[in-house]
Each structure stands twice: as C-alpha cells, then as structure tokens.
C-alpha cells in the first residue's frame, strides 16, 4: 500500500466530493498492475476486499435500529408462536456469526436472502431492476467516453483562453447536481416541449431506451466536464513533453505525432479517469433514477432503506461494490494493454 | 489554529482576480442570508395557507408559493441555513480527522501507515453516495447523521491529499534539525508541518464545501436528510418537483438555482486555491506544436521548435 500511493502520479490526485466527479480522479491503487504474476493477487485482493465490505456491510444493518421482525409483518400484532415460526423462517434466531455465514454461503450459491417487505427472494428483486440500471449506466457512459474525450480534445487545441471557459464550465458542471439538472430537463423537455416522457422506465426495448434518454443525458452532464478535463491536462502535458519535440524534430507529420506521441501516452490518465467515472455513475445513479421515477436499484436501495427492509438493503450494496471494483479490474487490465512498458517490467 | 488560517487566508486574499472577488462576494452575502434570515424573510417560513396553493409571484409572496401555500421566498432564505450548517460540520469533520489521519501516517510509516492506507482503500472500495447512504440507515434520517454519514465518506480524499503533501515535508531538512532540537512530535506536526500544507488543506476544505453542499441536499432530496417541515433547498427541490408536472417548476428551479449558484462559488474559490499550490501545465504547447497544420489540409514542413516550447 505504502509503495503505491507513493507512486501514484501527482496529476491525478484530485481533490475530492463524494457525488462531484472530481472526486474520482484520485485513483486507488490503479496502473500498477503488472500482469500475470500480479494478476492473481490483483484478484484476490479485489475478493478480499468484496469480502471486507460485506462484512461491514452486514454488520452495520444488523445493529442498525428497529426490529427486523415488525418489518416482516407490516407491524401488525403477532402471536408469540407465529412470531417464534416467522423467526426461524428468516434466520433471524441464529448468532451474528451464524447469520453471517448464513448469508455468504447463500450469496455463493445465487441466493441473497428474502426480502423482510416483499416476502420474495431478494435475488428476483435485483435481476428484475438490474436491465433498467445497467441500460442507464451503459447509456450515459458512451455519452462521457464520446463527449468527453472530444471536449477535451477539443479544448487542448484552442490552447489558453479556453482554460478559464472550461474550468468554469466544469465548476458548474461538478457543482450542478444531477437532480438539479434532472428538474431542469424535465421542466423543458417533458413539460414544455412534449418530446419525452416525464416518469417511468417503459416497456420493450424502443420504449425503454425512450424512456431513458433524459436520465442518460442528466448522469453524463454531471462527469463529462471531469472526463474533458483530465484529456485536456493530460493531451497537454504530453504535447510539451521532449519526445513529442523530438518526434516533431524528427520529421513526423503532426497527425502521426499527435496519434502516437501525444494521444497514446495520454491514453493512460484518461482511460483510469473515464474507469473511475463510470464506476461512479454507479452510485450517482441512485439519484437519477430517484428523479426520473425508474424501476432500478437505485431506487429500489432508496426504498429499501426507507422501510428498513435490510436484505434488500445488503444485496443492492453487495451488487454495486462488485461492480465498481470489477470496473476497477477492469480499468487495470486496460492499462496493461494500452502501456506495454508496465508489461516489460513485470517480466 | 483560526489565528494561522486567518493569516493565511489574508495571505491568500492578495492578488484575487475579478472572478475570485465575485464569488467572495456572493459567499459573503451567502452567509448574510443565513445568518439574517429571520429578519429578511416576509412570512414564516412553515405558515400553511391552504387557500393558496402553488401561488404565482404577487406582492404578498414575491416567488408565489408551495403546494402547500407556504411563502417560497421565506423557505428559500431560511433554507440557505441548513445549506450552510451541513457543510460547516462536514468540513470541520472530515478536515480535522482526515488530516490528523494523514499527518500520522506520513511521520511515523511502518504499520501505522499501512493501517491507515487499508482503511482508506476500504473506504474507496464503495462509491461514496452508496457508503454515505449505508451510514445514513444505521443512523437514523436527518441534518446531523446526513452530515456524519458525508463526513466518514470524505476523510479519505482529505487523508490521501494531507498524507501525498505531509510526506514531501517530514522529509525536509528543517524537520530533523527541529527533532534533533528535541521538539515533541506533536509540536513538530501540528505548528510546522501543519502549517506548511495549511495551504492545499484549506483549499480542499473551500471546495469540500461545495461538494458536501451538493451531496447534503441530494441526500435530502432522497427524503433521507432534512426532513419536513424544516425548509432546506433539497427538500425543496423533492417537493417542487411532484409539482413540476401540473405545470409549477418554479419552487424546484428556485431551489436547484440557489444550491447551484452557492456551490458553485465555494468550488471555484477553492479551485482558484489549490491552482496556486500546483505546477501549471504549459496551455499553449499543444497549439503551438501544430499550428497551421490543421488549416485546408495543407501539410506544413516540420520546422525548428519554437525555443518557448522547449523550455
């Protein structure tokens, strides 16, 4: 740990906010993957880690306050004897350890509890929401990758003038938040211009990606500006580095030296920002598909949390921490790809 | 220690450029509001008028009113409190433990670092709002466990910025010779090197003012922090915007315009601060490379670099 964070290039620690996509650009112990040999143990630190988390996780809800048996029956009075059945129905008689391991080994075999609300297994809750949030997700991260990396790109071009216009930009952009923006599209979009719809996730596939443009568009607004950004620093500083100069010396034609001096090298920082954006949206989901009223796991948390129906609570968490640190596998492997170098040196 | 930030903050204060001083402005006039409110605002701000709900702006309710007929501009300005107050405790929170974290594991490496590294990467391992909303259901709903909740989630980033910045310090020189002097730790810590990064913390507390902001009123606008009937620019935004379907998007867009604007002035100021503590890039190097090259597809002779570039 103490070798990376040493590592970590100076550029990319950003300062932070938990929704604001500045906060991502910091990374975790990303890019210093040196494969085969460091992949394993890249793996099971990611487990180990999944492992932590659900058991902090688990923990926290289960000294969290209220009864878990008053959700499962809506409050309403129960015989000494049906509550004893309902009990030992979830589990609930058993230690905290006992519990615990109840629920890992469910989990390792497909099955994460019943929901103390719904009565169902919590499994059929998170696949029946999962389509409209991974549609979002993946919708709103080709929105960022394409817009973003042009902005950026863009941007480093126009050279100096177009620092202030961009840091401001970007300010508004980090600072508008996404339920802000959602209003604002709604306000214009569904109430005024009639083009979309203002609530709901639709059916079928047409009606569902209809359905979801705004939200896409309100989830990339807000770390676009950061993506453009990082592409923007990063294309420049490579652009005043002596191989680019060297390069130019030599004789290359600029869209050879921007292609495989200055956009090849800037790749690394710009491909760890867009990860880590992505694996946000993640999180910056919950709010957009509270805004938007859609059917996805964000909503659903938000109203697990509210009637404290805890394994509901526990599985959407579980999902979105393994999937913001697959991303971050993810983005690790690319950057072996991309970085040949980091390939040499673990050989 | 408000001695040693208020000289660095006049320190800082010279040479503010215009779009500084604007923002400095409107944050003092920001805190005036809050501060003000019971003299500013025209009615009280939880007074139900049912005869008029959704009120347009007349002169009795210059913004018109809620659907539940209280004054808008009265919530508005009475909600620039809790926009103020959630952040202060963030700020103070996550800044004191966050560095205390940071400054600990830079002197004394070894286990302790590793310690504190560990549970920073576990923290990363969840997205922030995910991690601030588990901590929210353990404690219950509200201003003060939203504001704990955003605080643990931000004592990361400001124990990783105060760790990368305290280790370029113990290294100096100036640190030995003050421990060769027999000076504690604690002092050598808190009055040297402290005070040495003071800078770059104060700018990442500036603009972790006006993420927590952000992220305060989002989690009210879930319903999972301020609650009814205590106005709040979140809560408002909730509200307003069942009603932005029959056709009253003014107390949403009155709300996400007053959160944006004071968010965006505590972002830029300490954008503009934490500028001053990092090596700029050379803005022109790209343009400089290639200029001409892209005009009518005319290919350009590579030609000699221009001797500013190359410096």
């Known amino acids: 740990m103490t070798s990376d964070a040493d590592a970590l290039p100076p550029e990319l ?335 | 220690m408000s001695r040693l930030f208020m000289g660095r903050l006049r320190e800082l204060l010279r040479g503010w450029g215009p779009r500084l001083k604007i923002a400095g402005t409107i944050a003092v006039l920001l805190i005036a509001m809050a501060l003000l409110a019971p003299l500013l605002a025209p009615h009280d701000p939880n007074l139900v008028d049912p005869l008029q709900p959704l009120a347009p702006s007349s002169s009795q309710h210059l913004l018109g009113t809620d659907q539940f007929g209280r004054d808008l501009l009265s919530r508005l300005l009475y909600g620039s409190r809790t926009a103020l107050l959630g952040p202060l405790v963030v700020v103070v929170i996550s800044t004191v433990t966050g560095a205390a974290l940071g400054i600990a594991g830079a002197w004394h490496r070894g286990w302790v670092d590793a310690l504190v590294g560990r549970l920073f990467d576990l923290a990363f391992s969840f997205p922030s709002m995910l991690l601030a909303l588990l901590i929210v259901t353990v404690m219950s709903p509200g201003l003060l466990s939203a504001a704990i909740a955003i605080s643990i989630a931000y004592v990361p980033w400001v124990g990783r910025l105060t760790r990368a910045s305290a280790l370029r310090e113990v290294n100096e020189p100036y640190v030995e010779a003050l421990r060769l002097q027999g000076f504690s730790t604690v002092r050598i810590c808190t009055r040297h090197v402290f005070r040495n990064i003071s800078g770059v913390i104060l700018a990442q507390a500036t603009m972790s003012f006006g993420f927590a902001m952000v992220d305060l009123a989002g989690i009210s606008f879930l319903g999972l922090g301020v609650q009814e009937p205590t106005a709040d620019w979140g809560t408002m935004i909730n509200a307003g915007e069942s009603s932005i379907v029959q056709g009253h998007p003014q107390e949403a867009l009155y709300a996400g315009g007053a959160l944006v604007l004071a968010a965006v002035t505590f972002i830029m100021i300490g954008d503009a601060l934490s500028e001053r503590f990092e090596s700029s890039v050379d803005e022109g190097a790209l343009r400089r490379l290639f200029e001409g090259s892209f005009r009518f597809g005319r290919r350009r002779q590579p030609q000699a670099v221009p001797a500013d570039a190359a410096s």
């Open chain 1, 13 to 347: 620690e950003a300062p932070a906010g938990a929704g604001g996509a500045a906060a991502l650009l910091t990374i975790p112990g990303a890019g210093l993957l040196r494969p085969t040999s460091q992949l394993g143990s890249r793996l099971a630190q990611m487990l180990l880690t999944a492992l932590a988390a659900s058991v902090i996780t688990f923990t926290a809800l289960y000294f969290a306050p209220g009864n878990p048996l008053a959700v499962i029956t809506g409050g309403t009075p129960t015989s000494p004897r049906a509550a004893a059945q309902l009990r030992a129905e979830y589990y609930l008689n058993h230690s905290f350890p006992a519990q615990y391991w109840h629920w890992l080994s469910g989990v390792l075999s497909g099955h994460f509890g019943t929901s103390f609300l719904y009565h169902v297994s919590v499994g059929s809750l998170l696949s029946g929401r999962l389509p409209t949030t991974l549609l979002l997700v993946g919708m709103a991260s080709v929105l960022i990758v394409g817009g973003g990396l042009t902005m950026g790109l863009l941007s480093a071009f126009a050279g100096r003038r177009s620092n202030v216009a961009i840091n401001t930009l970007y300010a508004v952009s980090i600072a508008t938040p996404t339920y802000v923006v959602a209003i604002v599209l709604i306000t214009i979009f569904s109430l005024y211009l009639n083009w979309f719809p203002v609530f709901g996730s639709g059916t079928g596939l047409t009606g569902r990606l209809h359905h979801l443009v705004l939200p896409a568009v309100t989830l990339a607004l807000g770390s676009g500006g950061a993506l453009a950004r990082v592409t923007r620093a990063s294309v420049l500083e490579e652009a005043s580095r002596e191989h680019t100069i060297t390069a130019v010396a030599r004789g290359m034609t600029p869209a050879q030296v921007l292609r495989r001096h200055v956009v090849r090298n800037a790749l690394l920082p710009v491909t760890t920002g867009a990860g880590l954006i992505v694996a946000a949206l993640i999180g910056g989901d919950v709010i957009v598909e509270q805004a938007y009223g859609l059917n996805g796991l964000g909503s659903l948390l938000v109203l697990a949390i509210e009637r404290k129906d805890y394994p509901v609570v526990l599985g959407v968490v579980i999902v979105i921490v393994a999937a913001f640190l697959l991303i971050n596998a993810l983005v690790d492997i690319l950057y072996v790809l991309i970085d040949p170098r980091t390939r040499a040196r673990g050989a």
